[in-house]
């Protein structure tokens, strides 16, 4: 593992609308959880990097003070949500000696920001104390990603992340402190993590665990990231990866006919879990006299 120490200009990205965020906040570039679907790895080839091996060992860590992040997040409006690991696990291994993000949740204490955070790892629970005081004022929801209980499939689609079990325990340790968690069901994988059974353990548990809300999504590639995971694919079992091929266009892009079908299925395990699609908010805190003393 190398990682590559960054002093950004800036470190909370703004305008990112187009990607459905106000603002966004990434520690890192890079990640050693290694999915093989993932739609960053393309962003190291802005680096000479490429998107195997490199995205996996080779880590960009954001370093600043805390003096600059309080300077950005003062023109952040209020309003605005920053969502924390839209690009790269906030909680990926290196954060255990770094602590940017918990830096980062330090900061939004004091800004008042609401915040979602985006992870497949139970070092997000290290920051309960942070996480739970965010909660309390409705400032976060937290967002676990898992697209299978299958324990050997994860640990071949994602062979550096925690297990099925382990991020079902996360979610049990947020939920258990009142901390709103969103599961998301995504990248759903046809042919490999779409079939009833699959997707029916997940909604089910989801509701036995009260995740206040569950999003689900297929996989979506660019032409590129399609060859890489169907190359990764095929080393598993070269069949079912005919089979998954058979559900995208020559240039990567997921067949309508089965989005429609993928959709009227989510939508029936919506309706039959009773779990919402419409996220809960997190609300900016706004500080009084007497919040500013407790502080
Ligand atoms: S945890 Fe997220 S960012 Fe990291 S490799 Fe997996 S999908 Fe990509």
Partial sequence: MEIRVQQPKTIINRNVHHFGFDATFNPYRG??????????????????????HDFERIIFAKEFTGAQVMDQLSRVPLSQTIAIGTATDPYQPIEGQLRITRKFLQAI???GHGVTITT????????????TALAIRQQIVVHISLITDNTTLAHQLEPGTSSPRRRWQIVDGLVAQQVPVALFCAPIIPGWTDDLETLNAIFAT??????????????HFTPPM????????????????LTFRRHFADNGALLPWYRRQLQQTIDRLRGQ???SEQGLTPRPHQFTVQTVFDI
Wanted: hydrophobic share 40%; with cysteine; charged share 20%.
């Fill in 31 to 52: 990640c050693s959880h290694a999915c093989k679907y993932c739609y960053a790895r393309d962003t190291h080839q802005f680096f000479n990097l490429d998107r195997g």
């Fill in 109 to 111: 204490l004091l800004s």
């Fill in 120 to 131: 497949k790892s139970p070092l997000v629970l290290r920051d309960l104390d942070l996480i």
């Fill in 206 to 219: 989801a509701r036995q665990k009260r995740v206040t809300w569950l999003m689900a999504a297929p996989v």
């Fill in 226 to 241: 399609f060859e890489y995971f169907s190359a990764h694919l095929a080393t598993i079992d070269a069949t079912r990866t």
């Fill in 273 to 275: 879990y009773h779990l």
